[in-house]
């Protein structure tokens, strides 16, 4: 919605909104997880909307995911909550902050398409 009303028509809007979505899904944390991305990257990760929602919907699955798993190249057998906060780095017990961003996230971007959306006129006389 927020692209929508930024640009003059849907067409444009679908464009800018396939070049979001690329970098967001890109830096979301599931193709390159957290502990992965290089440093300079890092502040595109938490600012990022869907790296917020797939931290959000791991942790809530698997927060009490105690059975033990094998993964591949690494010896012995792991827990499924250790797995999780090595590889992909999330906390466990971080779900409250995540929710509370993603409820800000989508107050700002509504904010944001109604700032826009009462701002910006494109109409053509």
């Known amino acids: 919605?927020?692209?929508?009303?930024?640009?003059?028509?849907?067409?444009?809007?679908?464009?800018?909104?396939?070049?979001?979505y690329l970098l967001f899904n890109i830096f979301s944390g599931f193709y390159i997880p957290q502990p992965k991305i290089p440093g300079w990257w890092i502040w595109y990760y938490w600012i990022c909307p869907m790296a917020w929602t797939v931290y959000g919907c791991i942790v809530s699955q698997y927060h009490d995911a105690n059975n033990e798993i094998f993964v591949l190249g690494q010896t012995g057998n792991t827990t499924m909550a250790a797995f999780i906060n090595d590889y992909y780095g999330f906390e466990l017990d971080f779900m409250g902050p995540v929710a509370a961003v993603l409820v800000g996230f989508c107050v700002f971007f509504a904010l944001l398409y109604a700032f826009f959306l009462r701002t910006l006129n494109f109409q053509m006389r």
């Open 1 to 20: 919605m927020m692209t929508v009303s930024v640009t003059p028509n849907e067409t444009i809007a679908a464009i800018f909104a396939a070049g979001f």
